[in-house]
């Protein structure tokens, strides 16, 4: 039995011998190598996706780890100095009640950026094997990855308005860490990664099985 595909006797743009511009969506002639409309660069797939992909995904993973390990709040006051991992400051949102908080910091900081690599490299993966299944599946992680990237920063504009607030000369004092800056370059590079991803890739891989 064919696949959905040959059975409902779809056609893809690339086989009608047609490429649709990714910026404005005009299609034109499969040789046309630049946009009639907006003058972007037209490409019936882009050859060297993966690469960028793996590319900015590792930087991404990198990043990720002293994001980790390193402060991503420094408090200071008139009797003491304290420093904040994500982790830690979850635990302590936890312990002094605030568990709707503790809850989105770490579902935000630790459960999206792990699962946005988990995805990110499923879906590399897939690709680089030629898998044909699960394809509408693996479209809708696409896509969710790609808009739930945004989020990803809740903690970098938290810690930014709380340094922006807490600034009582010698009273009080709230800085970023280190961690602050790396986990904005983890979620940059991540972002990156999967806007570098060319989901047609998913259904060429299934195409290319059906052949």
């Not at 990664?193 to 047609?200: E, K, P």
């Amino acid at each position: 039995m064919g696949s959905t595909g040959q059975s409902l006797g779809l056609t893809t743009a690339r086989e009608a011998g047609l490429v649709a511009c990714q910026r404005c969506g005009q299609v034109h002639p499969l040789q046309t190598r630049v946009c009639k409309r907006c003058e972007g660069r037209l490409e019936s797939r882009d050859t060297e996706s993966l690469q960028k992909v793996w590319a900015w995904l590792i930087a991404g993973m990198i990043a990720y780890i002293p994001a980790n390990i390193y402060p991503m709040l420094l408090t200071s006051t008139l009797v003491e100095r304290s420093e904040s991992t994500i982790i830690g400051g979850a635990v302590e949102l936890f312990d002094h009640g605030s568990y709707g908080i503790a809850a989105i910091v770490f579902i935000a900081s630790v459960m999206i950026p792990v699962g946005k690599f988990i995805a990110i490299m499923y879906l590399a993966i897939s690709v680089q094997r030629q898998s044909g299944d699960n394809q509408h599946e693996r479209h809708v992680a696409y896509e969710v990855v790609e808009f739930i990237g945004r989020w990803s920063m809740i903690d970098v504009f938290v810690v930014a308005i709380l340094s922006a607030l807490v600034q009582l000369d010698t009273i009080a004092t709230v800085n970023p860490g280190i961690a602050a800056v790396s986990f904005a370059l983890s979620v940059i590079f991540t972002m990156l990664s999967a806007q570098a991803f060319d989901s047609r890739l998913i259904w060429d891989a299934d195409r290319t099985n059906q052949q």
